[in-house]
């Protein structure tokens, strides 16, 4: 499911390359297939599908996009994203194992997309109340610097 049709980490090369090996549908605006609305839509067709690629416009740390949340973890598909390669497709109990956390733990739409109004003043008391420890960084540039922490794709043969 693409919105964003910029390809600066080559992503929809990779996935062109995919294709030559895989079944891989493209949804959204990048693709030939179309769901009514954007990727915030309920968009039922995603509901049979095991594994959502879920590919940044660039490779960053400490980053993922909203739409790995909202398309891939509440349609119950595992996300893939630019990472270690053929890990949970080789590995089943593993797969079924990042299932687990399901048991444990529910996903909170946290930006107010329109297909699910939240109460904002009750996450900020959730939030406020869930972690106690309280951690500050004064200087975020080199916790995050943009430069530093984002890279080019690396493709595994």
């Not at 009514?36 to 594994?51: I, R, V």
């Not at 994203?81 to 990042?98: C, D, F, S, T, W």
């Not at 297909?115 to 951690?135: F, G, I, Q, S, T």
């Amino acid at each position: 499911m693409g919105s964003n049709c910029g390809d600066p980490n080559n992503r929809y090369k990779y996935v062109a390359e995919l294709q030559k090996y895989l079944a891989v549908d493209v949804y959204g605006e990048c693709g030939p297939l179309k769901c009514p609305g954007h990727y915030w839509t309920n968009c039922d067709k995603l509901d049979d599908y095991k594994f959502y690629l879920a590919f940044e416009s660039s490779n960053c740390d400490e980053y993922l996009t909203e739409k790995v949340w909202w398309n891939a973890l509440h349609k119950s598909a595992v996300p893939v994203v630019m990472g270690p390669p053929r890990y949970l497709l080789n590995h089943p109990a593993e797969y079924q194992k990042y299932h687990d956390w399901r048991r444990r733990y529910r996903v909170l739409n946290e930006h107010g997309y329109s297909a699910a109004p939240v109460c904002h003043l009750c996450r900020l008391c959730e939030a406020l109340n869930y972690n106690n420890k309280m951690d500050q960084q004064a200087d975020l540039e080199p916790f995050y610097d943009r430069d530093q922490q984002c890279y080019p794709p690396q493709w595994v043969d």
